[in-house]
């Protein structure tokens, strides 16, 4: 899979045609959902966005915004196509428990029971634990994203070559590999290349009639267009300040990875068949799809704090409250299924870098009051009972309240990060004063903790109090001489 980056752009320039397209199309059908989304477009620089959801088995909403192509202008329509990317992957999960349901496969069984060319440290390895990213196998894609070699079988010949990465379920780390292996294990037990197995039973059998595999080397009508703010500097992503045109090849045998081109309406319809049982009989098969795989510490692995798990395909946010499958592509396009709300999110951009899993549960508020942030939602269960007293008393001395509190329960426990992801919650919100008294609360419970001071500092900024910003990015520094950006931004102060 290689990826080429051209055509630059100038920000200013689309938030304005993005801004413009918005308005337009939100005066025909303007709720709060899309006064959110038209603000998240603005500030990340979303050229297009499409979003379907569905509650109680029905699509209760269906919209567009934007621009589907920058270069001619052409705003977006609910029949816009977008590349879905890595959100493929949750597709090839059902395709693989249609399978187990025929009894053709079982995902527990080894991967040598179906295939033969493996290197012996493969062999006991199951389907499981491919899906869910806990193999240890090498990937055969490189640091840039490319394949390790030009051909399919030069790539599969490469990536055999090298060593496992890490004892079998020790850790998450995301692998191409694993799934490359599952398509072969499709086209062998079904008689069938996987992408027509499942262009048969499941875009066929849904009605999802614009729904195909694809990649930028295709004519693909309708096409909403791909573009990105992402850059790989040292095998890391990193954001950039231009929108830019991207293109991306997906080769045939690597479309179990990704490569599904479709519109959030046929996402919508697929998700309604799925929880019907009209692409799965039995809810003990959607269950397990939906089961996120536990390592050998008996916890569970994913990308980051919020998509924390992975099941067969599946991405999985598990949490006590709400609790979702995620599949997410490309930093592009995600939904989220929340199966004890009935409630389904699907949001599809054509911008890498759009991230639209960190605002799925935003989205989510609407239809859940208790899931809105201002309502204390993602909060843990202390900083809630935190909360809760500071709003009684306005916020008034926070460190009183948090020493009462632990005084009536000794397994009250307020942890440093928990109250960073609070005060900067609060400050996503636009309350920069409540922001400030839990960062100071932060450095009083944490006074040895550079990270502490350094929030501190920042909010002091925004607030325009200068000295004891540079006081407190000073203190930042001392704590952490590592904190290089701590000592620049006292010194920008100090000159301002």
Not at 181 to 200: A, L
Not at 415 to 420: C, G, Q
Request: a positive charge.
């Amino acid at each position: 899979m290689k990826i080429n980056f051209s055509k630059s752009l100038v920000i200013p320039i689309l938030i304005s045609l993005v801004s413009l397209a918005v308005n337009s199309q939100s005066k025909q059908n303007t709720d709060s959902i899309d006064v959110f989304l038209k603000n998240k477009m603005e500030k990340l620089h979303i050229p297009a966005l499409q979003i379907a959801v569905v509650q109680h088995g029905k699509i209760v909403k269906s919209n567009s915004y934007g621009i589907a192509n920058i270069e001619n202008s052409v705003m977006a329509t609910n029949q816009n196509m977008f590349s879905i990317n890595s959100c493929t992957k949750a597709f090839v999960g059902v395709a693989v428990m249609q399978l187990q349901e025929e009894g053709k496969l079982n995902i527990n069984d080894s991967i040598s029971k179906y295939l033969d060319d493996l290197p012996a440290a493969w062999k006991g390895l199951s389907m499981k634990q491919l899906f869910a990213n806990i193999s240890g196998l090498p990937n055969i894609i490189d640091y840039k994203e490319n394949l390790l070699a030009d051909t399919e079988n030069g790539s599969w010949e490469k990536v055999k070559t090298l060593p496992m990465e890490f004892n079998t379920g020790d850790r998450f780390r995301y692998n191409q590999t694993g799934y490359v292996i599952i398509g072969r294990i499709i086209n062998k037990v079904s008689g069938m290349h996987f992408t027509k197995f499942i262009e048969d039973r499941q875009f066929k059998v849904v009605g999802m009639k614009q729904t195909r595999f694809g990649d930028s080397n295709d004519i693909i009508p309708n096409s909403a267009g791909a573009y990105t703010t992402q850059d790989i500097v040292d095998g890391r992503w990193i954001t950039t300040d231009k929108v830019r045109s991207s293109y991306a090849k997906f080769p045939e045998f690597f479309r179990t990875c990704t490569g599904i081109i479709t519109t959030s309406d046929e996402i919508a319809q697929w998700i309604i068949a799925l929880q019907n049982g009209v692409l799965l009989k039995h809810k003990s098969s959607l269950d397990l799809l939906w089961q996120p795989a536990v390592r050998n510490n008996g916890r569970v692995g994913g990308f980051n704090k919020l998509v924390n798990g992975y099941a067969i395909g599946w991405p999985t946010v598990t949490r006590e409250e709400h609790p979702a499958v995620g599949p997410i592509g490309g930093m592009r396009s995600a939904f989220f299924v929340y199966p004890k709300d009935d409630l389904s999110i699907i949001v599809l951009t054509n911008l890498q870098g759009a991230n639209p899993e960190w605002f799925m549960d935003e989205i989510a508020g609407f239809y859940i009051p208790d899931m809105k942030e201002s309502n204390g939602f993602g909060l843990s269960p202390t900083v809630k009972k935190l909360r809760k007293e500071l709003i009684v008393q306005n916020y008034k001395n926070p460190l009183k309240i948090a020493e009462s509190l632990k005084k009536n329960n000794a397994a009250f426990n307020l942890s440093e990060n928990d109250l960073n992801d609070f005060g900067y919650k609060l400050l996503a919100e636009g309350k920069q004063n409540e922001a400030l008294k839990i960062f100071k609360l932060n450095t009083d419970l944490y006074p040895e903790s550079g990270n502490t001071y350094d929030s501190y500092a920042e909010t002091l900024a925004g607030l325009g109090n200068k000295k004891e910003a540079i006081k407190n990015y000073k203190r930042a520094f001392e704590l952490n001489p590592k904190n290089i950006n701590a000592q620049e931004q006292a010194k920008k102060l100090a000159v301002l």
